[in-house]
């Protein structure tokens, strides 16, 4: 029988009110891939914020403690030739190195305002491509030839679509919008450019671009209408030439409504749709660099009302000595970030780069004191803030991801090997404390265990907990946003006896209108060898609030599928405009055929769009 799930009933299984067993079962022995990844890469998790191109002995204290390779000189900065540009006018490049560049595994970006120098120009009636161009070529020929710290990756600006309008003063209605729209099409054309620039460049063959570095990215406002006139366009107009695409992600305000979160669905919905589209117009789906990610955190209102601030918007500049340092408010962040940084390990042969925004020195009037890393004291030293927590969580784990099954969407569950020893990484996004029994296949020989975990509170310091037991635990309690970390300790190396492997189907077609009784039919192909595998079709849907999220009818090669859990990871975004998420489904691997496969979905209600459709298949 075909299990259809109203709106009321989907609110409470999303909210935990069904109070079935969550199961973690863990097999050691059985070594997962992801694509072709399987060992843990923390040059892709462990970030920082910052840049530290000079010794400084708090960070590398910081490396040590946390387990961070002692080459690690920080993830971003706010610098690259064309920051030295001056009102239009290219510096002359010095010959100093010749050869191949080797690069520093950072991430390079600048503000917008350095392409857009001239704010009294409108972009949308003058030809601004002879100096994007120019500047593009000296952009290349500066790294080639003249900079010291070569970066890996560029990332051209940070957040410039957000920023058009800036570019366009004095200008009103139609006018306007036709220079904004000028703008956000030149920012897509400067990456094209400066891509192809870098690629024509043989002594740069290390470094890779990415873009848009897009912040905020509610690719379902105006009935999806920012993603054509963003994304879409960025990827038409640069796609070919970019080797990455970049986004931030970030839960709190200034998302699309205060205490709105991105972790959980949304965030998956958002990649995967970026995915889809990469695969349908480029033939294959482009990597992703999340270069900012985690919680927006507010300013003291004392040290508002002092500078003359709104949210993170400076009215006036004025110095103050005031704090914007609160150690809870601080700490608000780590959980986002870990719920989000889990969602990404889940991803890591998509991903090439996450960092969390985390900044790294601040004296405590700073504005963004509230997200350091270090913290400035009276006598000028400086000490860790509790955005250390991230770390501590992610110190330990190392090795080769294995097989672990969590039944319950909201609880998040990674496992890794490292010789005789077993990480459990998990995570509750579920607004309710959930009871998770710990099903450990493999408990011979074990020596011992030892069980972090990490509660982050609303209203107090972060609560972080270690214990020490003999025998495995059978299950453990999480509380919403908790994060524990389960080392194993075996007597013997642990031996992998069997593999699993996880590919990614994509439809040929995405963006699909919602028509009440119309079935949306999406084609995938590729598809091999899936019987016998654990299959998930993950479908991105974004619907006003009030329509149903989960299909009426749902089928795979015109078999029926049912829905018989909660689908929807974390919470049920009742707090965002609308909804966008990725429904996460499991279906009978029996149904696929090699080859192409037809899914076909159909609501009872009018409105929104099913966006995505993903068949993920572990064999």
């Not at 595994?105 to 994007?132: E, H, R």
């Not at 699993?500 to 999406?522: C, E, P």
């Not at 599928?561 to 974390?570: L, S």
């Not at 076909?600 to 929104?608: F, I």
């Amino acid at each position: 029988m075909n299990l259809k799930i109203s709106t009321l009933a989907l609110a409470v299984i999303v909210a935990g009110g069904i109070n079935a067993q969550v199961t973690v079962t863990v097999d050691p022995t059985t070594r997962k891939f992801l694509g072709n990844e399987s060992e843990f890469d923390r040059e892709k998790f462990v970030n920082i914020h910052a840049l530290f191109d000079e010794h400084d002995s708090d960070f590398e204290k910081f490396k040590k403690d946390y387990n961070i390779d002692e080459d690690f000189i920080g993830s971003r900065r706010f610098y690259y030739p064309i920051s030295k540009t001056k009102n239009g006018k290219i510096p002359k490049v010095s010959k100093k190195y010749s050869g191949n560049r080797e690069v520093n595994n950072y991430v390079a970006t600048s503000s917008p305002n350095s392409l857009f120098y001239d704010k009294t120009l409108n972009y949308g009636k003058i030809d601004f491509m002879p100096y994007i161009k120019d500047v593009s070529s000296y952009v290349a020929e500066s790294y080639r030839d003249e900079w010291d710290l070569v970066p890996e990756f560029l990332e051209p600006f940070n957040e410039p679509m957000v920023h058009a309008a800036d570019f366009t003063k004095g200008l009103k209605g139609a006018e306007k919008k036709q220079a904004v729209e000028a703008v956000i099409t030149y920012i897509c054309k400067y990456h094209r450019e400066v891509a192809r620039a870098v690629k024509n460049t043989p002594e740069l063959s290390n470094m890779k671009i990415m873009g848009f570095g897009s912040a905020f990215p509610e690719f379902e406002a105006n009935n999806f209408g920012l993603w054509n006139s963003r994304f879409k366009q960025f990827i038409d107009i640069a796609g070919e030439d970019i080797d990455i695409l970049s986004v931030h992600l970030y839960d709190g305000s200034g998302v699309n409504n205060a205490g709105g979160r991105r972790s959980g669905s949304n965030l998956e919905a958002i990649l995967d749709m970026l995915q889809t589209y990469s695969y349908i117009k480029l033939g294959k789906p482009l990597p992703i660099a999340v270069t900012e990610y985690g919680r927006l955190v507010p300013n003291q209102p004392e040290w508002e009302k002092a500078t003359g601030a709104v949210g993170n918007k400076l009215e006036k500049k004025v110095k103050t000595n005031v704090s914007n340092y609160h150690p809870v408010t601080n700490s608000q962040a780590v959980r986002s970030q870990l719920h989000m940084v889990m969602s990404f390990m889940n991803r890591q042969n998509e991903l090439v780069r996450t960092i969390p925004f985390t900044i790294g020195k601040a004296p405590q009037s700073a504005m963004y004191a509230k997200s350091s890393l270090w913290v400035k004291q009276e006598d000028g030293s400086y000490e860790y803030s509790n955005r250390k927590y991230f770390f501590e969580m992610l110190k330990d784990i190392e090795g080769e991801q294995i097989l672990v099954n969590s039944n319950n969407v909201d609880v998040q569950a990674l496992g890794y090997v490292d010789d005789n020893k077993l990480y459990l990484m998990l995570n509750n996004l579920n607004d309710n404390e959930q009871k998770v029994k710990l099903n450990l296949k493999t408990e011979d020989n074990l020596k011992k265990v030892s069980v972090k975990t990490l509660k982050i509170f609303d209203n107090k310091v972060p609560e972080l907990k270690k214990q020490d037991y003999k025998a495995a635990p059978s299950e453990i309690n999480l509380a919403y946003g908790e994060t524990a970390v389960i080392t194993y300790e075996y007597k013997k190396d642990i031996k992998f006896d069997k593999e699993v492997r996880r590919n990614k189907y994509y439809s040929k077609n995405y963006l699909q209108l919602v028509t009440s009784g119309k079935d949306i039919v999406f084609n995938i192909d590729g598809v091999k060898n899936a019987a016998g595998s654990n299959v998930v079709l993950r479908l991105g849907v974004g619907r006003a609030h009030g329509l149903a999220v989960v299909p009426s009818d749902i089928k795979v090669n015109g078999k029926t599928v049912e829905v018989k859990r909660d689908v929807i990871k974390g919470y049920d975004q009742n707090t965002r405009r609308q909804f966008f998420g990725a429904l996460e489904i499991p279906v009978d691997s029996e149904i696929l055929k090699d080859g192409n496969n037809t899914v076909t979905v159909k609501y009872n209600d009018n409105g929104g769009f099913v966006t995505t459709a993903i068949m993920q298949v572990e064999k």
